[in-house]
């Protein structure tokens, strides 16, 4: 049997870096050339921001409404 898709199933994938970590590594890598350095941990929050905020607004979309009073 083969999984389903993980975006069929719910979940968001969010991408964690590109091609500037590999043509700006001496910016957004830290000196272990390892882990990202400020820089790069900043191109990782913009990278990914977006969609927590998608996946934030589905999870408040499909919340039950409460019930009135």
């Known amino acids: 049997?083969?999984?389903a898709?993980?975006?069929?199933?719910?979940?968001?994938l969010a991408p964690t870096?590109?091609?500037e970590f590999r043509d700006q590594a001496d910016r957004l890598?830290?000196?272990d050339g390892i882990h990202p350095s400020p820089h790069g941990y900043a191109a990782h929050a913009t990278r990914i921001l977006p969609v927590l905020l998608a996946a934030?607004?589905?999870?408040?979309?499909?919340?039950?409404?409460?019930?009135?009073?």
């Open 56 to 69: 934030a607004e589905h999870l408040r979309s499909a919340a039950p409404t409460p019930a009135a009073p």
């Open 17 to 19: 870096s590109g091609p």
């Open 5 to 12: 898709p993980p975006t069929r199933t719910g979940a968001h």
């Open 29 to 31: 890598l830290g000196p």
């Open 1 to 3: 049997m083969v999984p």
